[in-house]
């Protein structure tokens, strides 16, 4: 199956920053001849990695031009969720056609900048990190849910489940000390808030080698805007203003990276 790259009507460039390509089963040892296609796609070949080339771009209808996050369930069921309103919209991943549409009780707004899956329920974060946990609703429906609190000290950009499916991953942005790192924080099921400490921190550096493979100098900084968990447990990182994607192991062990 190939990996499904999904891009916003109008606004292709930025918000193909706002998911990672889902990797639906793309993501295949690397032989000869894929490593040679991937080094063409502009990326990094180290062991798995994700296939550029291998992507299906589509866009989706207008309603959802301010879709700011997307999550795979149960590897078949895509959703993606509103940028500022608790709507949840199930969508055809083979089209992007709209399938059901369902809201959190209370019409909450707020500055909302991820999705979920984990453990048959969806999370969905805001950028201080709150978490709202719910099952997926029938068509139309209002559901009820449930607030964990946050305790980060950095703006969230990107939610997704962790290697195993036994808690959620946030990248922070604008963290305090995090100029020359990467940081990202986790989450458990029955924990009272987010990992005080990043459970994953990625110096800034350990990239270079990447992307003097790709003849390029790293960039000054990396500003995370999604991130998602590759069927082998890999992590992947989209920096929307430096256009640049990034592949981690699930410890933090730089493996690629794309322009």
């Not at 889902?22 to 040892?29: D, H, I, N, S």
């Not at 296939?51 to 031009?65: G, H, K, N, S, T």
């Not at 999550?71 to 992007?96: C, F, K, P, V």
């Not at 719910?134 to 209002?142: C, K, Q």
């Amino acid at each position: 199956m190939s990996a499904l790259r999904v891009s916003v009507r109008r606004c292709a460039l930025a918000l193909a920053t706002v998911t990672v390509g889902l990797c639906t089963g793309a993501c295949a040892e690397s032989d000869d001849a894929t490593a040679a296609s991937e080094q063409a796609a502009g990326f990094n070949v180290t062991g798995r990695t994700y296939r550029l080339d291998a992507a299906i771009q589509y866009e989706l209808p207008d309603v959802l031009r301010e879709i700011s996050g997307l999550t795979l369930a149960n590897g078949t069921d895509l959703y993606g969720h509103d940028d500022e309103q608790s709507i949840i919209y199930q969508i055809d991943y083979r089209g992007g056609r709209i399938l059901r549409r369902f809201a959190l009780e209370g019409g909450l707004r707020a500055d909302f900048e991820g999705i979920a899956w984990l453990a048959g329920r969806l999370y969905l974060t805001t950028s201080a990190g709150q978490l709202f946990e719910f099952h997926p609703g029938a068509a139309n429906a209002v559901v009820p849910y449930q607030v964990h609190t946050s305790g980060l000290d950095c703006e969230v950009e990107g939610l997704t489940g962790s290697s195993g499916q036994t808690g959620l991953i946030a990248a922070c942005k604008n963290r305090p000390g995090g100029k020359k790192a990467l940081h990202l924080h986790d989450w458990r099921p029955g924990s009272a808030e987010w990992s005080e400490a990043p459970a994953i921190r990625i110096r800034r550096s350990q990239f270079d080698a990447a992307f003097a493979r790709l003849n390029r100098d790293r960039p000054e900084k990396f500003q995370p805007t999604a991130i998602t968990t590759t069927p082998e447990g890999h992590l992947l990182m989209i920096a929307g203003p430096q256009k640049v994607l990034l592949e981690f192991t699930a410890e933090g062990v730089p493996l690629a990276a794309a322009l």
